[in-house]
């Protein structure tokens, strides 16, 4: 359902409506709409990858609600966790001041438009971007600022929707340029500067709205930055 966002909590909402660039506005609108939009629990495509890197300074992309931020923090990162819409951060912040102010202190809530906002180069030491809904551009022009913000030696984490879940009948809406694979993300980065750590389509599964279980794929992309 996301375009300037993060989906997490896995699956989007379930209206089966997407704007596909939607603003501020909007996305302020959507979590007004809800006492929480998102599950509350940290993606689990981050914590199986991140779980393994020395904690350093990560960016959390989308961050929404801010489990994932939350999730890095609890686990001894300085997190930046950034999102278009203010009344997500603030949930996020007000969520970590209630975990702990070890918590707390160690996330930074930044507002931006992420279609726009070009993160400071070489900065972060694991940059996680998960189920980003974008088409083909701006996704691709975000993923390289992404990728240029990662500090030699770092992680870049990209998950998303894996086109074949349009053959199955789990709730995705029907346009294919918001969908990518682990090659396609591989493609924008040059070999000589990362080495991919990991480039599969894992499957989970998942309820579809008439009740029936599912298998669906994500995207999931794991690369290194050379040092």
Known sequence: MNGRHGDHGHEHHGDGQIDVVPDEAFWDERYRATGAMWSGHPNSHLVFEATDVVPGRALDVGCGEGA???????HDWQATAVDISSV?????????????????QRITWLHADLIEWDPAAAQYDLVSAQFMRLPTEPRNSQFRRLAASVAPGGTLLIVGHHPSDLQTTAMRPPMP??????DDVAALLDPHDWQIVVNAARERTTTDPEGRTVTIRDS????????
């Open 68 to 74: 994932d931020a939350i999730w890095l923090a609890e």
């Open 88 to 104: 997500a951060l603030a949930r996020g912040a007000a969520r970590a001041t209630e975990v702990g102010a070890d918590t707390a």
């Open 177 to 182: 340029d918001l969908f990518f694979t682990g």
């Open 220 to 227: 999931v992309l794991r690369a290194e930055r050379r040092r």
